[in-house]
C-alpha cells in the first residue's frame, strides 16, 4: 500500500559486494548507496516516489595482465506513481464470529484475494555514457508493474511485483519480485526474496533476506543479503539501510 495520506518517507542504504565472471575472467567490487522519497498524494490509495541507485565499481581481469577498470554512475533514477486498485481489507479485517468456535478457526477462503496495485514510472538518464545504460536507450524511459499484496493472519504478508522497465527500448528488462516478511515481534520483522530478470543484456535469479528493526515511531534500521545462482557473473552483496 501507499505510505499514508500527506506522509513523507525517506529511505537510504549502503551495499558492498562482489561480482566475479567465470566465461569473461574478471571480478570486481562494488559499492552502492540505495535512496528513495515515498509521498502519500491526496488520498490513502496514491503514492508517488522517487528510487535510484548510485554506484561504484573497481574491478580486474583475471588474465594475468592484471588489467584493471572502474566506473561509477546511476543504476536507476525513477520518478513514479502506485494506485491501489482493490484491497479486500478495505473495510476493515473480518469480525469474529461470536457464535462459532469452529468459524473462526477454519481457512479463511477470502486471504486467497490479493490486494492490486499498479505503478507507472519513468527512467531518467541523461549521461549518454552512463555504462548502465542500455544501447540508445536515450533520456527517458517508461517502467511498469502490477502489484499484488498478500496479508495473512500471524503476521505474514506477500507481495509480487510483476515488471516492465524501459519497454519501449530495444532492450527491455522483463521480471518479478516475490517478497515474503513476517512480523514476529513488536518491533522486529523479516523478509526472504526471489527476484528474476529476463532481458538480452542481463538475465538472473536473485536470492535476498533480511531484518528490520522499528527504533521508534520515525525511525527503521535494517539489514539484508544478497546471493545470485550463476556464475556469469555469481555476485553477493550485503547492506544496511
Known amino acids: ?23 569473461l575472467n574478471f571480478e570486481n567490487d562494488l559499492i552502492g548507496v540505495d535512496f528513495a522519497a515515498r509521498f502519500g498524494l491526496l488520498k490513502e ?19 594475468g595482465t592484471m588489467q584493471t577498470f572502474g566506473f561509477s554512475n546511476f543504476e536507476r533514477v525513477t520518478l513514479g506513481a502506485k494506485y491501489l486498485l482493490y484491497d479486500p481489507y478495505k473495510n476493515g479485517p473480518d469480525k469474529p464470529n461470536l457464535y462459532s468456535w469452529k468459524a473462526n478457526r477454519a481457512f479463511k477462503w477470502k486471504s486467497l484475494i490479493p490486494a492490486v496495485a499498479l505503478y507507472a514510472g519513468a ?20 517502467r511498469i508493474e502490477l502489484i499484488t499484496q498478500h496479508v495473512w493472519s500471524g503476521g505474514w504478508v506477500f507481495v509480487m511485483n510483476f515488471i516492465g522497465d524501459k519497454i519501449t527500448t530495444d532492450f527491455p528488462t522483463y521480471g518479478g519480485l516475490f517478497t515474503l516478511t513476517h512480523s514476529f515481534a513488536e518491533k522486529f520483522a523479516a523478509f526472504g526474496e526471489y527476484q528474476v530478470f529476463i532481458s538480452d543484456i542481463y538475465s538472473d535469479n536473485i536470492g535476498r533476506a533480511g531484518l528490520a528493526y522499528l527504533i521508534g515511531k520515525n525511525l527503521q534500521v535494517d539489514i539484508s543479503g544478497l546471493v545470485n545462482f550463476k556464475d556469469t557473473p555469481s555476485r553477493w552483496q550485503v547492506g544496511a539501510g
Open 45 to 63: 490509495q496514491l503514492e508517488i516516489s522517487l528510487i535510484g541507485n548510485y554506484i561504484s565499481i573497481d574491478g580486474q581481469f583475471k588474465n
Open 123 to 142: 527512467n531518467f538518464n541523461f549521461d549518454e555514457e552512463n555504462p548502465f545504460a542500455v544501447p540508445n536507450e536515450g533520456e527517458v524511459t517508461p
Open 1 to 23: 500500500f501507499s505510505v499514508g495520506k500527506n506522509i513523507i518517507q525517506l529511505e537510504s542504504g549502503i551495499k558492498y559486494g562482489k561480482d566475479d565472471h567465470e566465461l
